[in-house]
């Protein structure tokens, strides 16, 4: 007997209980052909390969961007099958689907093939699979240690919920254009970032130059080099004792190297120390516009505070001295920073680079600090409109994931 199920959101115009069955009854099940990366070529036939699976394509896949030349035995789309990686590194990462609506596509020997039958949209199916309690089941199912892997038996024994075609085809466009839209921004900030890339080589000096390949109109003196410890203040940090619970739940921001991710700005730590924690131990009050630098255990990942606060012994902050660099400017060569700070840094059980070190960093400066600003506020600008995309992104992609809660049983 099957069980009849509702989703919380529908499309208006629809109110029809949906259908359970096995997911053995709604398809044909066969296997890809065995290919690996090292049979891909320039060009030739397009090919799907099961690791992209969770690591490049959507739920519809209409474009493929690898290829390989066919050999005996091969196995080609046909048109609107749903494919499932038959192995992978962990339970979440295969437990999904696509659709491949292109026919003469080459599937790879680690793909689980379903040709869904007329009642089904292959697109609604690869959804269906890839979310709800299909997903959570079909996660269960997968075995293995190091390399899990799912059968088309085990596939065949999920149970999938469903309503009408018309309802499923619905379903399907507006994911169609949710995707859509997750692409133009993940494309737009791509875009963002390799332009930035490029202006990073043309503003600031080549290795030999005293002068950047790109200028902003009225600057044309040539680049001075100096040290870093002589245009700014570089001030390591320190912990107090975790023991002594006087010395914590303060007001007093103190960061950690784990704090420090893919943000510009500081402010606020996750954990904070008092006035005495301050005193008893040798961290630092390090001002506003200061750039944290992380000096161990991942040298080189820098963030600006916006408000003072202190750091534990994982940092070397640059302070910078006013009228002489400007924050912006530094934190834009932050990837320059960390290559040093690699490249000088020592230790036996970790890499470690020293204040001594960092104060002695060779830098190539503008002989203004109007020209300094003008650098930082471009790469702000960009920076900005990189972290709008990025949100933007990731609110899409938040809006798609609670949908898929929402719109399937």
């Not at 085990?154 to 919920?161: A, C, R």
Request: net charge neutral; charged share 25%.
């Amino acid at each position: 007997m099957n069980e009849t199920k509702k989703p919380a959101i529908r499309f208006q115009g629809f109110s029809d209980e949906w259908e359970q069955r096995k997911a053995a009854d709604l398809a044909e099940y066969s296997k890809g052909n065995s290919y690996s990366k090292g049979d891909l070529t320039e060009d030739g036939t397009p090919i799907i390969l099961y690791g992209r699976l969770y690591t490049k394509y959507q739920f519809a896949i209409d474009e493929v961007d690898t290829f390989a030349i066919p050999r005996s035995g091969a196995v080609y789309s046909q048109g609107n099958e749903v494919i499932v990686p038959a192995s992978g590194e962990t339970a979440e990462d295969i437990a999904r689907a696509s659709a491949v609506e292109k026919s003469g596509v080459l599937l790879g020997g680690d793909l689980n093939i379903l040709r869904p039958f007329g009642f089904i949209n292959p697109l609604f199916l690869a959804l269906a699979i890839s979310s709800g309690e299909p997903q959570k089941e079909l996660t269960k199912k997968a075995q293995g240690k190091s390399v899990v892997h799912i059968h088309n038996s085990d596939i065949q024994e999920v149970s999938i919920t469903y309503p009408s075609k018309a309802e499923q085809d619905r379903i399907v466009g507006a994911f169609r254009h949710f995707d859509h839209l997750i692409t133009l921004h993940q494309r737009k900030c791509d875009r963002l970032v390799c332009v930035k890339k490029s202006m990073l080589e043309k503003l600031f000096p080549k290795a030999g130059s005293d002068v950047p390949e790109v200028r902003f109109k009225g600057f044309t003196d040539a680049w001075e080099q100096r040290k870093l410890g002589e245009i700014a203040e570089i001030v390591g940090g320190g912990t107090p004792s975790t023991g002594n619970p006087e010395y914590w739940d303060g007001d007093i921001d103190w960061y950690t190297p784990a704090e420090i991710a893919d943000q510009i700005y500081l402010e606020s730590s996750q954990r904070k120390i008092t006035e005495l924690g301050y005193d008893k131990s040798s961290a630092k009050v390090l001002p506003p516009d200061t750039v944290l630098f992380t000096s161990r255990a991942g040298i080189g990942k820098t963030a600006i505070l916006t408000r003072k606060g202190c750091t534990n012994q994982g940092f070397q902050s640059i302070v910078p001295h006013k009228g002489e660099l400007d924050s912006y400017f530094i934190f834009s060569r932050t990837e320059e920073l960390k290559q040093y700070g690699e490249l000088v840094g020592a230790g036996s059980t970790f890499v470690e680079v020293s204040g001594k070190q960092m104060a002695a960093m060779d830098l190539m400066l503008p002989s203004t600090m109007r020209e300094q600003q003008q650098i930082g506020a471009f790469f702000r600008h960009f920076d900005h409109l990189i972290t709008l995309h990025q949100r933007e992104l990731e609110k899409l992609k938040n809006i798609k994931k609670a949908l898929l809660e929402k719109m399937f049983v």
